[in-house]
């Protein structure tokens, strides 16, 4: 019985820091919208400890309080925690890294299963793009 076990983790070294590292993303990246999850990534030549590096976003201006764009973030970085894999694995392979922030777009907040299946979709539609650019 052979079994891929996952580390299930987001550590420091897959967050996506900094300003010019984000505005990156936007000024040079693409995006793939799937409601309630708007996604912009960036690929980039493979250079530093981890191939994925992301960043979440909630608008303050639709979510006035902290405490609802913290509920709605870490519902986030759990959704895609546990999604990242096969991504992961591509960008290991191809030997390529790629910056993503993922943007929560909806006017109310939605059950966990439903973002994941909206992130999920989100994030097999970029893998199938970064496979057709790459090939």
Known sequence: MNRIFHKNTLGKKEILRGKKAS???FLH????????????Y??????RPSPLRVAFSVSKKRYKR???RNQIKRMM???YRRLKHPLLHLAEK?????????????????AFDEFSESLLLSLKQ???T????LS
């Open 23 to 25: 505005s990156e993303v």
């Open 29 to 40: 990246g693409e995006k793939i919208f799937q409601y309630p999850v708007l996604l912009y």
């Open 42 to 47: 960036r690929t980039t030549a493979y250079k």
């Open 66 to 68: 902290a405490v609802d």
């Open 77 to 79: 970085r759990e959704s």
């Open 94 to 110: 191809q030997h390529i890294g790629i910056d993503i922030m993922i943007i929560y777009v909806g006017q109310s907040k939605v």
């Open 126 to 128: 970029l893998a199938e």
């Open 130 to 133: 970064i496979e057709k650019q």
